[in-house]
């Protein structure tokens, strides 16, 4: 098992460019998540999702959407890039929530507006 | 909706000491409290998880204790070792989501 896998690493984008920061789990999950971790600061979820087709906003939705088509995949786009969205984000998944298996984190996508 | 409070923000231990972390939560609905540990640049790991119907939960030198009718949970470290020195978040299970603390910094001085 591959787990959590995120793409890309590292992205510099300008202002009002759009991007689409892929996530992908192999560990058949039902519950994906998406946060952002600001310098020094905690985890804000971004969006999550329960299920193929279900998406749901979490506490810092605004400029961001999500899809999720398949089980495996929880794609994030960005759509008119902004100074504020400069963070870490990390993607998440998990088989239910209150499994033994909790939340698997992806190494993260360190992304820069300028 | 649910708020995590995570004190003390850093936390400096000689090696060998032990470290308490503490947090509190607001919606006395939620039943889940996992503790994680991120290194520098590194993804938060899982570490440690309570639920609500146990009071303490012991691995090795890590342990979380929960008081339901305070609302708050503790991370407790015994023997610090410099591969402790890390962030450490909190967080409280809500309706389908994980709230996170803001985490704090320990470091292990040899």
């Known amino acids: 098992n591959a787990g959590v896998t995120q793409t890309p690493k590292f992205r510099i984008l300008k202002i009002g460019q759009s991007m689409t920061l892929q996530c992908t789990q192999d ?45 495996e995949d929880f794609p994030l786009r960005l759509e008119l890039a902004a ?30 507006v300028l | 909706g649910e708020n995590v409070e995570q004190h003390p923000s850093t936390l ?33 790991q899982l570490i440690i998880d309570i639920r609500s119907n146990v009071g303490e939960k012991k691995d090795q030198r890590i342990a979380v204790t929960l008081n339901k009718t305070a609302k ?8 610090t070792q410099p591969e402790d020195s890390a962030v450490y ?5 809500n309706t389908d989501k994980l709230i996170f603390g803001t985490g704090t910094r320990l470091q292990v001085f040899p």
Not at chain 1, 39 to 50: A, D, F, H, N
Not at chain 2, 72 to 79: G, K, P, V
Not at chain 2, 89 to 93: D, E, I, K, P, Q
């Open chain 2, 72 to 79: 708050h949970f503790s991370l407790h470290i015994t023997e």
């Open chain 2, 12 to 44: 400096s231990v000689q090696e060998g000491d032990s470290a308490v972390i503490k947090c509190t939560y607001s919606d006395s609905a939620s039943n889940y409290f996992p503790w994680y540990k991120q290194e520098l640049g590194k993804r938060p």
């Open chain 1, 27 to 71: 560990m058949n999950h039902n519950y994906m998540y998406w946060y952002r971790q600001d310098p020094g600061m905690g985890l804000k979820l971004i969006y999550y999702s329960v299920g193929a087709g279900i998406t749901d906003k979490g506490e810092v939705p605004n400029g961001y959407n999500v899809s999720r088509s398949t089980t």
């Open chain 1, 83 to 112: 100074p504020s969205q400069t963070s870490v984000y990390f993607c998440a998944s998990s088989y239910a929530v209150l499994s033994t298996d909790t939340q698997y984190f992806g190494p993260g996508t360190r992304l820069t």
């Open chain 2, 89 to 93: 978040f909190c967080a409280s299970y």
